[in-house]
């Protein structure tokens, strides 16, 4: 089983680390920029056909700096940066994307299922910038996407209940975020409270990383969690992982759901994803998601 550590112990606030590749001589460094990552299909092996798969937030970089016979750790950086490195003559240099789990800037970690990037043969010279553009990486071989629904069109609504307070199908190009569909969620004034899942069941095997990326744009709060049981003979009970604040604009976030997994329901396989809609200032609220992956190992 690939295990992986979660919270890197990032200590980003200082932000600049500098690791001589030739500490007993020192000198002046050079600057390593990195502006951004974005995120493609697989070459060769596709991943999704679907534009919205690879929405990403990656927001900060891991940067290792290495050649046959020594490899240094330069430290973790919010993009864009530049980073001083005490280099001389060739190197490669490895970027690992990282995001902030549940959007929060405290739990910045290394993604477990984004490869890294790698730039060969970078020739260090003192006092010279090295700028690196925009960086693609793919999702892993070994990335498994238990649930993924990009809302460009549905046969089935994939949300329970149905009815006048369902989440509905939309394709007003003005609210959407890609693929031609988004799903939207609307409450009158006198709403107060919607809590929809999934129709159908989760199955993961795999007692590991369980992170559901989404995006959305919402007026009022939504929650996210999980269904299920704690054991095969329990009661199923409901549990959220996160509630998310109102928003300008759409928003990428990556939801640990793991921890909750664990916690509240022992790694109990079968479970759906809960939703909840609250309105607690009585407005015309409005919520949109879009380009869900509820991301796992593959088993």
């Known amino acids: 089983m690939k295990k992986i ?8 606030v200082g932000g600049l680390f500098m690791t001589s590749c030739k ?16 995120v493609e299909n697989t070459p060769g092996n596709s991943v999704s056909r679907y534009e919205g798969c690879f929405t990403s937030n990656i927001n900060t970089v891991e940067i ?3 050649n046959s016979t020594e490899s240094n750790l330069i ?6 940066c530049r980073v001083p490195v005490l280099c001389e003559g060739e190197y490669d240099v490895v970027l690992k994307p990282a995001i902030k789990l549940n959007g929060i800037s405290g739990t910045r970690s290394s993604y477990p299922f984004y490869t890294d990037a790698m730039v060969k043969k970078v020739n ?11 960086q693609v990486v793919h999702y892993t071989n070994y990335t498994r996407f238990v649930w993924e629904e990009y809302c460009e069109h549905w046969v089935v609504n994939p949300f329970l209940p149905v009815g006048d307070t369902a989440v509905h199908l939309i394709k007003d190009k003005d609210s959407v975020r890609s693929d031609g569909g988004c799903a939207a969620i609307y409450m009158s004034p006198s709403q107060d409270t919607l809590e929809f899942t999934l129709k159908d069941s989760c ?3 795999i007692n590991d990383a369980l992170i559901l990326e989404m995006d959305y744009w919402t007026n ?14 329990s009661t199923e009970a409901t549990y959220y992982a996160i509630s998310l604040y109102p928003n300008q604009g759409w928003q990428k976030i990556y939801i640990q759901l793991g921890r909750l997994w664990s916690n509240a329901f022992n790694y109990y396989n079968t ?10 200032d009585g407005i015309e609220a409005k919520t949109y998601m879009d380009n869900f992956k509820l991301t796992a190992y593959k088993e």
């Not at 550590?5 to 980003?12: K, S, V």
């Not at 260090?124 to 925009?134: A, G, N, Q, R």
């Open 64 to 66: 290792t700096v290495k």
């Open 23 to 38: 500490p007993e001589e020192g000198g002046i460094p050079s600057f390593i920029e990195v502006t951004a990552f974005k």
């Open 203 to 205: 199955i993961v095997n």
């Open 124 to 134: 260090f010279v003192p006092d010279s910038v090295i700028t690196l553009d925009t």
């Open 5 to 12: 550590l979660y919270i890197l112990g990032l200590c980003i």
């Open 271 to 280: 479970f759906k994803l809960v939703f909840r809609v609250t309105n607690p």
């Open 75 to 80: 430290g973790v950086f919010e993009l864009p």
């Open 220 to 233: 009022v709060p939504l929650e996210i969690g999980m269904r299920s049981k704690y054991s095969s003979g």
